[in-house]
Nanobody, 124 residues
């Protein structure tokens, strides 16, 4: 059974940093993409970043480019999201996703597996 477990969320002031981690079990991250999405209350889910093994490429949503960095640690089967220069509008529940079934990295419905989420709150 595949499980994704996020950690690292919390509360921080604007301009601060947080590092999220997604630990996987029962899942081999070998020829796939893993991604981070977020959803704020009353808003649609937003694609934040993805990392794909095949092309060894990374992708970012426009709102986080230059501030967030996604990385992988295959030895630990973990994907991390380093978030710098945080803004109040980054406040959301952040979810890890894996198992992209073709399509675009930012299309959430194409991912097979999801974590339970970790809350990030940025105060002004």
């Amino acid at each position: 059974q595949v499980q994704l477990v996020e950690s690292g969320g919390g509360s921080v002031q604007a301009g601060g940093s947080l590092r999220l981690s997604c630990a996987t079990s029962g899942y081999t991250y070998s020829r796939d993409c893993m991604a981070w999405f977020r959803q704020a209350p009353g808003k649609e889910r937003e694609a934040v970043a993805a990392i794909c093994t095949g092309s060894r490429s990374t992708y970012y949503g426009d709102s986080v480019k230059g501030r967030f960095t996604i990385s992988q640690d295959n030895g630990k089967n973990t994907v991390s999201l380093q978030m710098n220069s945080l803004k109040p509008e980054d406040t959301a529940m952040y979810y890890c996703a894996a198992g992209l079934r073709g399509g675009r990295w930012y299309e959430g419905f194409r991912y097979n597996y999801w974590g339970q989420g970790t809350q990030v709150t940025v105060s002004s």
